[in-house]
């Protein structure tokens, strides 16, 4: 009796597909241990491989032991989502350990820059809960990191937390899906499984293969004018052209895809170059417009999508609103600051310091609203007022298509209309016949109160979580961090964002790290596939 007429078909899907996932994962592995080997990382190339081995094990056992499984539907695919994204974190944490044990004390000293006084961050994943965070981190393009000096980390490793952000971003299941091309309705169910819906072509791999080939094309011609930025920056004038040239293509790979890692010591604030700030708000506002709306602009030159698409088009006037509203209360406090002294202002160069305040107001909402997390400023520094605004952009995120986390632009529409339209309908009789629109849709009187209902719910469990994770925090994070500092770090850590005020770091306590792990976890897979993998892990999947 073979291995999979042992095994209840329901599990032997969900092993089948994840198996699948892992594979893809062993591949990724295998490329950056050749990267490795091309910086001579002698032992990061071992780490990498032997993860790519012990993963691509794993992985090839599952497929082909439960290769005659059923194609997966709608349950399958979010036990499949939850499952799988857990997995290719805890596999994608093992070249961090390996690499972290392999590399001499002597070899890791040399990654650091010269005149640098810290040592390797390499160090840092000798803490197994150390690596599952900074995987879990780059798989959901969260951004938080325990590499406190990224640095002084070997290129490789630098490589593979900008891969896995740059993958995870579009979607593991949505990368493994074009790879498989497995036609029908299993195909659809695990792409839905990733909180996608939005279709370019009929075909779910048609679909998500023009997807792959937006963000390629995005992201070259991102690195490219990165690359521009970088060396007209007084920062990049003293790199050699490949150390330029590295930095653009991965701050491209992470703006693009809004996941926020960086591979400069202090993120964006290390270039303090309004050119390179100016560059990246495009990149950061592209990864944030849903996908077809991209196609329909590129394809079908269709410019008119920018206003009718009703999610681009309240993100383009949130990114304005938003930004003068943070520009202002930044300015108050900065008026704040020296007020009493307004003869002596001219001698400390505040008009100086208000162009800064508007500029770091303009990136840091840009980079919260799209989920990308690049840092231009110290936020702990900055008033409570400051944070919370911040923080509901964090919560907000950008729109359902796209690569961000959060909640997503239209269910804060939707919830807002439910609203709306709850209060309406005490004023109209029972017999009214009433219709809606929302973008191009028209619903009726049930299609509009399931649309608010779905919104609604899935809005009451986010903020429960978040609210729940922030009384957590604020009791166990220490004096010196306030309640607008804990909601500020779980709302960047659950909408996958990666903004800090200084809370996460090695020195966090593991409660925390690991309340972390399962925010990013549950935020990055919009909470209900995680909730139906919890109720499948203890009564099954049958109804």
């Known amino acids: 009796m073979s291995l999979a007429s042992r095994v209840p078909s ?45 993963t691509g094990s794993v992985g090839l056992a599952a497929r082909r032991g ?20 857990f997995s290719v974190a805890v596999f994608g944490a093992l070249p961090f350990v390996l690499a972290a044990l392999f590399t001499p004390s002597s070899v890791a000293a040399g990654f650091v820059p010269a005149g640098a006084t810290y040592e390797s961050s390499l160090t840092t994943f000798l803490n197994p809960l150390h690596a599952l965070f900074e995987s879990m981190s780059g798989w959901t393009g969260s951004g938080l990191t ?47 499984s990733e909180a996608r819906e939005e279709r370019i072509h009929p075909s779910i791999v048609s679909t998500v293969r023009t997807v792959w080939k937006l963000v390629v094309g995005y992201t070259l011609l991102g690195a490219v004018v990165l690359f521009l930025a970088v060396r007209a920056s007084d920062y990049g004038a003293g790199l050699p052209l490949w150390e330029a040239g590295w930095q653009a293509l991965n701050h491209a790979m992470t703006g693009l895809t809004t996941g926020g890692f960086s591979v400069t010591d202090n993120s964006i604030a290390t270039y303090g170059s309004p050119l390179v700030e100016t560059v990246l708000l495009p990149i950061m506002t592209l990864g944030a ?32 609103a938003g930004t003068a509203v943070l520009a202002i209360q930044n300015l108050r406090v900065l008026t704040a600051a020296f007020e009493g002294t307004w003869r002596a202002l001219p001698t400390v160069g505040l008009s100086a310091a208000e162009v800064d305040a508007v500029r770091d107001s303009a990136f840091q909402f840009v980079s919260a609203l799209t989920c990308t997390g690049f840092q231009s400023a110290p936020i702990g520094d900055w008033g409570e007022g400051s944070k919370v605004l911040v923080s509901g952009a964090m919560v907000l995120g950008g729109a359902a298509g796209s690569t961000v986390g959060g909640i997503k632009i239209i269910r804060g529409y939707l919830v807002a209309r439910g609203i709306r339209w709850q209060l309406s309908r005490v004023f109209l009789p029972t017999s009214a016949v009433v ?25 009451m469990l986010w903020l429960l979580m978040l609210a ?41 306590e593991p409660i925390l790290e690991a309340m972390f792990l399962f925010n990013m976890w549950i935020g990055r897979l919009e909470i209900i596939p995680v909730l139906v993998f919890l109720r499948a892990a203890i009564w099954g999947l049958n109804p």
């Open 10 to 54: 329901d599990l032997a899907t969900i092993v089948r597909d994840v198996g699948s996932l892992l594979v893809m994962e062993a591949g990724l592995l295998c490329l950056t241990g050749a990267v490795a080997l091309g910086f001579t990382e002698w032992y990061s190339g071992a780490a990498f491989l032997l993860a790519a081995a012990v």
């Open 66 to 85: 439960f290769s005659d499984a059923p194609a997966p539907t709608m349950k399958h695919g979010m036990v499949i989502a939850a499952s799988g994204w």
């Open 146 to 192: 325990m590499a406190v000096h990224e640095p002084s980390l070997p290129r490789s490793i630098q490589w593979w937390r900008s891969l896995m952000q740059w993958v995870g971003g579009v979607g593991v299941i949505v990368l493994t899906v074009s790879i498989l091309a497995r036609p029908g309705s299993g195909s659809y169910a695990l792409y839905r």
């Open 289 to 320: 417009i849903a996908f077809p709306v991209h196609y329909a602009i590129l394809h079908d030159r269709d410019l008119g999508q920018l206003r009718r698409d009703v999610q681009t088009r309240w993100l383009l006037v949130l990114l304005v």
């Open 435 to 459: 219709t809606g629109r929302i973008g191009d849709r028209r619903l009726g009187r049930a299609e509009m109160e399931r649309e608010f209902a779905e919104a609604a719910v899935v809005s």
């Open 468 to 508: 729940a994770s922030t009384l957590v925090l604020v009791n166990l994070a220490g004096a010196e961090f306030t309640l607008g500092d804990a909601l500020f770090e779980v709302a960047s850590a659950q909408g996958n964002v990666g903004l800090s005020t200084g809370i996460t770091g090695p020195g966090m």
